[in-house]
C-alpha cells in the first residue's frame, strides 16, 4: 500500500476544515480517480507520518505560486500547498491540494511525459493530470476537489464509447478548458507552455515554487 500523509503546517486552515478536507480526498482518490488510473488503486491517504508527503503551508516566497510537488531527501515525493496565498487568489486552498494530490500520485517523480500532437507539431507533453483542467472544481461531501483528466485526455483522436477526456466531461482530447494550461517540450531540453483563454497570471510564472518548476530546473541533489 502506497501511503501519502497530509500534513497541516498553516495558520489559516482549521483544524475542522483539515479533518473534513482529508476523508473527501480519500473518496476523491478511491471512488473518482482510481477507476481511470489503476496507480491509485492502492494509494492510501493519512494524517500519519509517512515517507511520501503533502504539507500545507502559509506562504510561499513568490506571492504567485499556489502549490507544487517535487523530491525531498531519499527521493521521496513532496507535494506543497500554500493555503494563504490560494485565499489571497480566491481558490480554495483544498482544490489545490486535490490537484498536487492527484498529480504526485500518477507521476510522483515528475519526470513522466507522452508523445503527442500539440502546437501542430509533434511533442511531448508533461504527464500532469489536472493542469489542462485546472480551475474545474467540484464537491466530494462539500468540500471542493479539482477536475482531472483521464487518460484519454493524451491520446489523439476520436473517444471509444463511455470514455471521458476528463472526470467532469468538459475537455476532449488534448485541449483546455478555461484557465488550463500544458507544458510540452520540443527538443527535451526546453520547456514552454500552452495556456487556455482566461487562465490567470499568477497560474503562467514559472517560479521557484510554481507547479511547473520541477519541468525547467534540473534538481541537483
Known sequence: MRTISIQNK???VGPADFAAAIPALAIQVARD??????????VQVTT??????ILILDNTDQADALGYHDLAAGDNPVGYVFAKTCQQYGEAWTATLSHELLEQIV?????????APWAGRVAALAYEVADAVENQEYPVNGVKVSNFCTPYW?????????????????ARPLTLTHGG???????????LQSFAERTP???????RYSRRHRRHYRRVA
Open 10 to 12: 498553516s495558520t489559516v
Open 154 to 170: 493524451f491520446l489523439a483522436g476520436a473517444l471509444p464509447a463511455g470514455a471521458k477526456a476528463d472526470f467532469l466531461g468538459l
Open 107 to 115: 507521476d510522483p517523480f515528475c519526470t513522466a511525459m507522452i508523445e
Open 33 to 42: 480517480f482510481a477507476p481511470w488510473w489503476a496507480c491509485a488503486g492502492n
Open 201 to 207: 497570471e499568477h497560474q503562467r510564472h514559472v517560479g
Open 48 to 53: 500519519n507520518p509517512a515517507p511520501e508527503q
Open 181 to 191: 494550461y500544458m507544458s510540452y517540450t520540443l527538443t527535451l531540453r526546453t520547456w
